[in-house]
């Protein structure tokens, strides 16, 4: 009887398995490095445009007896976390990206 090769077998798999492994030696890119460093700038500058007085801050001083109005604002409560939530979905792209 002649004998049959298969292509799983132990020869062929050693074979197979150090070529993919030199080919694919890591799974991120330079693109994915580049939007990973995008991502985290737009959470560092959403997270730098939360920044300011709390509440009862007057003029740099502590004061129970007043209301800061400014922690209110709009750049503190939408276009600061828009930043930090579109910095979070680009670094899911940058990891889900493929080479």
Known sequence: MSKKTNKFSAESFG???SETSQENTFYF???NFK???IGLAFIVVGF???MGPD???VDG???PNSWNDGIFSIRRIRIAPLFVVIGFAI???AILKRK
Do not use: I, R, S
């Open 15 to 17: 074979k197979e398995t």
């Open 29 to 31: 890119g330079q693109q």
């Open 35 to 37: 939007w990973m460093l």
């Open 48 to 50: 730098l445009l939360m």
């Open 55 to 57: 509440a009862n801050t």
């Open 61 to 63: 001083k502590f004061d």
């Open 91 to 93: 670094e899911v792209y």
